[in-house]
């Protein structure tokens, strides 16, 4: 199955180790419910075995009385509700948490397609169905699909996200432990489902550097975006000394902007993506909506190029916020 | 134990009340038939605002609007033919007021077939050669083409029944009781209502903007 | 003795009066049975034609489990795979759990339980049955042609742009079957609103009818959405037009809220009715009265108007707004409360009754059990944190298969032992029943339970071949499939058995209250000789100076 090698094994039958700063929490919160929701089960069971054997057909049992049924009814009403109400809030703080990567996030383009994972560094070094990591320093994936849906599933972390076509999703980790993990695709995406597989391989951050340099020369992410920037003309209306009116670029990830028709939105990788793509859904207020799209002439790995470069012209503290 | 004995099926005149809570049940998975497109139709102006508006601009505005006079039209008429079969002497004007209105809807399928003649004409069809590159304009079109078709099929269902009772009043059969008759055109003033929300969805919002 | 064979000696110059023919004798030709209007007989036909589409849909899960016993994929190739998956799915939904129970046991029991002499729209009935049919046969058709291969929940864009299978086809089938559930439902409603006995208030219904009336509710409110969607997918992928395109500005993420908007509330058109059933079940054999009736009503409502409310909870990681998915899994949390409060007065039920364990009793508790745990389960896939991690995993497929096998099924089988002497007029081998029960009951967790576990090391769903960590608990879950096979294959031989004339059975021989119980087995067409009386309690089993019904001894006489 795409030549993945043995995956180190942690656990017995059913547990598999945390590899990521949220796996104890998730562990943790788990571990919980598993405690409540046995005793409640192990609870209906017992008293319906106990019920069925202390009252079974002739065991002779008194007079039913007359049952004063209310109060227990709202006590196994209420409870149950309370009790629920926490358990909401407490994995709804997990799960905000992952929605806010932190800035120093290394950042990670990734496109699924049936049936692989193309991933890219920032410094340009593209990976297939494997992703290097450093250890202990958090990484955050941007992604999208060049066809169906598929999720980018790594169990050892306990992270999961749908990979969708025609957007960006995103998705951070910190791995917390050397190794090699699963990588899984999750959403069925065709014949060839169960053959996406992948794996994380964790490094100690050295050796990251290390192997990150290594590899063929290739410019980085940004740079190469950079020359797809010439290449396409975009330079030729978004750098300053052009004829064309047209909205500057530099640090707009995370910039707030004015649209035509009066919205106020923060560009983020999904607005520069459509603005790429269809250039006429977001027009700036002020200009014309005279650029042209370029659907069909850059794949999705240019965009994802593009995008890294303008990230390098700067961007404002919003800007590193993980797309939805 | 208290003992009521129950009697024997629903009288006969319960049948109208019978039929028409049924007739209503109907109606409401009508409406949420057309919701998820009237949904769809709300996520795609909430993402395209400006294709959505583009797109608008070419209904047919005026045909859109003498169709919309058609049908109300019609629903005042069959509301009439309701009126009048509660009076069996005046069953001819029960079986005229029946033919109208089935008339009137054939007059709207005929204006609705002009108007998809002429869409067809300027490319407008969600095809490859769709004539407009806004984005979001094909999406609406998809849209429009796919509520006014399945309106206009509900509709063309509406006639025959119409017909069917127009025909059979005429010739003076027992079957269209007044409660029939009724629940009969409760279904054609839904069908009203139906274009009545589509009417401003696909040919006002935002058309001078 | 049994009812039939009342034999009035008379002398030869008064003849006899006739009893009116039972509905099963009311006419002998197919062509009587396949014009019929009368409930019964559609409850019949819909029972033969769910029997057949669940054996099909548990071939294609035996398949399944047989490729799942190993690692590798080398039983069947990956396509077929994926459209057995799919067939599975499809048919396990569709065609089998949503109608079950109240195709068959609704349409049967509900104008018995109410007093009427059928239900409000009869024809609609026959039509309902012949629209389940002809969506059946073009979903078969679809199977014959090469099948389908998007899962049941054909995702776009894969079922709209990427599936070279008979997906058009398929769905064209399940919008018709769409349209049988709806005057399914719409009959039901109207039916339990005007056709009730004088006297038979809404607080005096058996909680069987107050299932079925919500079911009915979800049915004609949800089903339209699934047809509009069907209709959308065939469009888009007969015509090239994109409403789910993002190449066309269409949005995927539309066409998952749309479809779950009806597949939630489904789950629970699948459970009300079950719950229903171990309502009427559990009283009898405890004999005592339901623990709590209001609550167990307004439970019911609670559960069919929340879950309108919690389908977002599919989509916790799929792209959409994580405020949209604060107020799914709270949602969800909060549809989990009334069918805590049913579980618990299930049990409740059982405290100083007087306990029988006979076949129906043990589907019936099988189900509080299981459902507990599959409810439970649910639990931690509405926890946001947890679900990132468990979602298409088979820690779901683990969960919903508990709750609508453990569950659905098992209430299914439940109402098979308990009115099958009412529909039949004869009585099952009690033995056999129970056993089947237990091997159903062990088999099913043994399948099943193992599959929490593998979803939580994180073995995705729908996958046909997987790492080989995955494999004893693979191997465990497919021999428990033997097992349960086993189990779900023996009612089938002892049923058929049970039809011969010598296991003639009473009108009541489990002693039940409700007003089906008062008609003869099996009940004549018009369904009552005599109109039945209403009780003061709808459930008054209560006191022990009752005298329990003997069971007949006709039926003792047929027990192995």
Known sequence: MNGVADIARDGGVAWLGGASSVAPRWDLLFGAMVLLCGTVALGVCIAILAFSIRYRAGAGRGEPGPQRTRAIEIAWTATPLAIFIVLFVWAAHDFVELYRPPADALPVAVVAKQWMWKLQHRNGRREINELHVPLGQPVRLLMTSQDAIHSFFVPAFRLKQDVVPGRYTGLWFTATKLGEFRLFCAEYCGTDHSQMLGRIVVMPPAEYTRWLGSGNEQPSLAQYGFALFRSLGCSGCHEPASTVHAPSLDGILGRTVHLQDGRTIVADENYVRDSILVPRKDVVAGFAPVMPSFAGQVSEEDIEALIAYLRSTGATAAGAGAPR | MSAIAAPALAAADDAPRTAQLGMWIFLGTEVLFFGGLFVAYAVGRAHWPHGFAVASRHTDVVLGTVNTAVLLTSSAIVAFAVACADHPAQRRWTALALWATAALGVVFLAIKGVEYAHEWSEHLFPLADFALTEPGAELFWVLYFVMTILHSVHLLIGIVGVAAFARATGAGKSWPTPGRVDTMALYWHFVDIVWIVLYPLLYLVERHA | ?560
Not at chain 3, 543 to 551: I, Q, V
Request: aromatic share 14%; glycine share 8%; net charge positive.
């Open chain 3, 1 to 560: 003795m049994s009812s039939v064979s009342d034999v009035i000696v008379r002398p030869p110059s008064a003849p006899a009066p006739a009893p009116s023919p039972s509905y099963l004798e009311d006419g002998h030709t197919l062509r009587s049975w396949l014009t019929t209007h009368d409930h019964k007989r559609i409850a019949i036909l819909y029972a033969i034609s769910i029997t057949v589409f669940f054996f099909i849909g548990g071939l294609a899960a035996t398949v399944i489990r047989l490729e799942l016993a190993t690692p590798a994929g080398d039983l069947v190739s990956h396509d077929t795979y994926n459209k057995l998956f799919t067939a599975h799915g499809v048919i396990m939904v569709w065609l089998f759990l949503i109608p079950s129970i109240p195709s068959v046991f609704g349409n049967f029991l509900i104008p018995l339980m109410i007093g009427a002499k059928d239900l409000a729209f009869p024809r609609l009935n026959l039509l309902s049955w012949y629209l389940y049919v002809a969506g059946g046969a073009i979903v078969l058709a679809a199977l014959a042609l090469g099948g389908v291969d998007t899962g049941w929940t054909f995702y776009a864009p894969y079922a709209t742009m990427f599936s070279n299978s008979w997906v058009a086809l398929t769905l064209v089938g399940v919008f018709v079957v769409g349209f049988s559930s709806i005057l399914t439902g719409l009959n039901f409603i109207v039916t339990v609103h005007t056709l009730r006995a004088p006297g038979l208030g809404w607080f005096k219904l058996p909680l069987f009818v107050w299932a079925h009336y919500a079911t009915a509710i979800i049915l004609v409110l949800a089903t339209p959405v699934l047809a509009i969607t069907t209709l959308l997918v065939v469009a888009e992928r007969l015509l090239q037009i994109g409403v789910f395109d993002p190449a066309h500005g269409g949005d995927p993420l539309l066409f998952q809220h749309l479809f779950w908007f009806y597949s939630h509330p489904a789950v629970y058109i699948m459970v009300l009715p079950a719950m229903g059933v171990v309502s009427e079940i559990v009283p009898c054999f405890a004999r005592k009265r339901i623990f709590g009736y209001r609550f167990m009503a307004y439970a019911i409502l609670g559960i069919a108007s929340i879950g309108f409310l919690v389908w977002g909870h599919h989509m916790f990681v799929s792209g959409q707004s994580l405020a949209a998915s604060l107020v799914f899994s709270l949602l969800s949390f909060l549809v989990a409360v009334p069918s805590a409060i049913k579980v618990f007065n299930w049990t409740a039920t059982l405290y100083k009754g007087s306990i029988r364990f006979d076949a129906p009793m043990l589907y019936a508790l099988g189900f509080v059990g299981l459902f507990t745990i599959g409810g439970l389960t649910g639990l931690f896939v509405a926890s946001l944190a947890l679900d990132v991690h468990l979602t298409d995993t088979y820690f779901v497929v683990a969960h919903f298969h508990y709750i609508m096998v453990g569950g659905s099924v098992m209430a299914y089988f439940g109402a098979l032992h308990f009115w099958w002497p009412k529909a039949t007029g004869r009585m099952y081998p009690e033995l056999w029943g129970r056993i089947a029960a237990v091997l159903i009951f062990v088999g099913f967790n043994l399948t099943f339970f193992p599959q929490f576990l593998l979803g939580l090391r994180g073995m995705p769903r729908r996958y046909h071949a997987y790492p080989p960590e995955f494999h004893q608990l693979h191997m465990a879950s497919s021999m428990g499939a033997v097992v349960l096979a086993l189990g779900y294959l023996l009612p089938l031989v002892y049923f058929a058995y049970s039809l011969r004339a010598t296991c003639r059975t009473s009108a009541n021989p489990f002693g039940a209250l409700g007003l089906e119980w008062q008609t003869r087995s099996p009940p004549p067409t018009h369904n009552f000789d005599r109109p039945p009386t209403v009780p003061e309690h709808v459930y008054d089993y209560a006191t022990p100076t009752k005298a329990e019904p003997a069971r007949t001894p006709a039926a003792q006489a047929t027990s192995p």
